[in-house]
């Protein structure tokens, strides 16, 4: 018998301190809030629109109070919702909205840098964000009113403002030393960085506390935001430092020492991270009294925190919001069904090869039924990169919005003829080295390979589930035909009894706000698929099909298994020319799932 669950209330006050934050990050345009009913869809649901009440009801609560409270991001705004992917124009728009919310410290991700449009983008419109948009190692160049080209720090490169209660703070914002950026960017590594006039400059007085907020990860031994923290241990061995991370899209929480905490609040709008800190004014060698609560992106939470209820909860900073939101989304014609998907398709929840894996209905069903190329009906093999879909595919109702929520980027097709016997080993040898501009440039250490965010969270996640179900899943059963854990007929539920995050970080006590069970979660899924293999002899030669954001992965495979090709970018010619990548799922719904249209 199944259940309606509805969204459960926190039960644990937030611990507020002399300086509290809310930090999100990895947005990627989900302003609209999480829509769909499968859990834990539902624990998501909160637009742009009721986290901007909630923020504006905490600086209220921290005024009372007479704490800080300051609201930071740490990055990647582009591709990922409709709002953002649809076109150039429309994420432009979406970050003016973005920015309606006033963030005390905000910065760039890498999804603002592969095209120099958007990154020039973010740059003109900088003083949306009234001089808050901190990007201390990213430059742009631009071509100056006198002609000349100058490669200028992209936003602020630090600031140093004063609190409402009177605090001093300086800031910096960064990114991982991302290499697969658009040409005319530049990225400066953290350990460069440091070394400059400016950056030492600007740590040399004291402030009350420092913040860094960036674009990466807050844990490793090798950690991009560590020579940034140890520089300026060097000059203030005890003023707070408080980190905002991003780029992993998992919530996380590390302490670098007593009188610092690095919190990452993981993606997607799902979470909003509060974070807070004593702030000892007497004895500077006391550790800082700390804490972080990962509050699921709901109005339900957001009420409860903030004592409010549906008659005062929205405030008309998050009505515009809202309402400009669903005016550009209709402006964007996004919402038009497309299909109804007949069942839900997870990026992680199964394995590749299962038939709900959505990576395995990409290379055996979506890819071989529209990638088609009129002037070549030879026999031929595609291979996709896995990394290109960035969400579920959710059963019932699919829309361009959701299609381009699962795929959002602008890829084309490149081919090239190749023996048959070379092509089938393409894709594992594609697996075998890793996506190239993913792998972290930096070597690690034994203990920082252990500690790669990712894995830890597969490996987490995958035993908590197992542990889960050998417990008999408490008094839930798990209905594969929906994918849903369902109360067992006639029983009363104990807690938990939703399915959400569960998080695993290195800070002291319980970081989710919510008690879930965790989402079932499969680890190690391959970078690279391809469309089943034609039945073909080794000798035959066929179009082999690349994506081209992969190219210079595939170009290297096929190097690696026969160096005698010496296949190059010049050798590779259009396929299916003019189809991207973010249409095809649209293309497959409107023939394939007509069904209850
Ligand atoms: N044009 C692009 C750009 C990126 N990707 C994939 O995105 C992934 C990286 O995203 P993060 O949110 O982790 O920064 C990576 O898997 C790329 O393959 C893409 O497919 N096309």
């Not at 020492?257 to 807070?276: H, M, N």
């Amino acid at each position: 018998a199944h259940n309606t669950i509805e969204l459960p209330k926190p039960t644990r006050e937030l611990e507020w301190k002399d300086v509290n934050f809310l930090s999100t990050s990895d947005v990627h345009g989900w302003l609209l809030g999480h829509q769909h009913a499968t859990w834990p869809e539902p624990n998501y649901s909160g637009d742009f629109g009721s986290l901007a009440s909630f923020a504006t009801h905490m600086r209220r609560i921290a005024s009372d109070k007479g704490v800080d409270l300051l609201l930071v991001d740490a990055g990647d705004h582009h591709d990922g919702s409709g709002l953002v992917s649809s076109s150039a124009d429309a994420s432009s728009k979406a970050e003016d909205i973005f920015s309606m919310l006033p963030y005390d410290i905000i910065t760039i991700g890498n999804h603002e840098l592969y095209h120099y449009e958007d990154a020039l983008e973010e740059y003109r419109n900088r003083g949306r964000w009234n001089g808050r948009y901190v990007t201390s190692n990213v430059n742009i160049t631009i071509k100056a009113e006198d002609g000349t080209f100058q490669s200028v720090p992209l936003g602020e490169r630090f600031l140093k403002f004063e609190t409402e209660q009177g605090r001093k703070v300086t800031a910096f914002g960064v990114i991982f030393d991302f290499k697969a950026h658009a040409r005319g960017i530049s990225i400066q590594g953290t350990s460069k960085l440091i070394k400059e006039a400016w950056f030492l400059d600007a740590i040399k007085d004291k402030p009350d506390y420092f913040v860094l907020a960036g674009h990466m990860p807050a844990r490793g031994e090798t950690g991009e935001f560590l020579p940034m923290f140890d520089a300026i241990r060097q000059v203030h061995p005890k003023v707070p430092i408080y980190v905002f991370g991003g780029h992993t899209h998992v919530r996380d929480c590390v302490q670098y020492d007593d009188r610092s905490i690095a919190v990452v609040p993981g993606r997607y709008l799902e979470t909003v991270a509060f974070t807070s800190s004593s702030l000892p004014s007497t004895d500077e060698n006391a550790p800082l009294d700390v804490s972080r609560r990962y509050i699921d992106g709901n109005p339900v939470s957001y009420k409860w925190h903030t004592k409010t209820s549906d008659d005062d909860f929205e405030l008309p900073i998050g009505q515009n919001i809202s309402l400009a939101l669903l005016r550009l989304s209709a402006a964007l014609n996004i919402s038009t069904p497309l299909g109804i998907a007949p069942h839900d398709y997870f990026l992680n929840r199964h394995p590749y090869g299962h038939p709900r894996s959505i990576l395995t209905a990409f290379s055996d069903k979506v890819l071989p039924y529209t990638i088609q190329d009129k002037e070549r009906n030879g026999t031929r093999v595609i291979i996709g990169n896995a990394g290109s879909l960035r969400f579920d595919l959710f059963q019932g109702r699919f829309d361009r919005n959701d299609e381009l929520t699962v795929s959002p980027f602008t890829s084309a097709f490149l081919y090239v003829r190749l023996a048959a016997g070379l092509a089938r080993n393409i894709t594992e040898q594609m697996n075998r080295s890793g996506a190239s501009k993913f792998i972290p440039s930096q070597p690690t250490t034994k203990l920082e390979e252990e500690d790669r965010v990712r894995r830890i969270f597969d490996d987490y996640m995958a035993e908590q589930w197992e542990d889960y179900l050998i417990q008999g899943g408490n008094d839930h059963l798990y209905d594969q035909e929906s994918n849903q854990m369902v109360l067992e007929h006639g029983k009363i539920p104990k807690k938990p009894r939703t399915m959400g995050f569960v998080t695993k970080d290195r800070c002291p006590g319980k970081g989710d706000d919510i008690e879930h069970y965790p989402v079932p979660f499969v680890g190690n899924q391959p970078d690279f698929i391809e469309t089943p293999f034609p039945d073909v002899d080794d000798e035959e030669i066929i179009d082999v099909v690349s994506m081209d954001f992969a190219l210079d992965d595939f170009l290297a495979a096929v190097n690696v298994l026969d160096p005698t090709i010496g296949l190059k970018e010049k050798h590779m010619k259009p396929y299916a020319e003019g189809l991207e990548i973010n249409v095809v799922f649209g293309m497959y719904a409107k023939e394939m799932w007509q069904k209850g249209l």
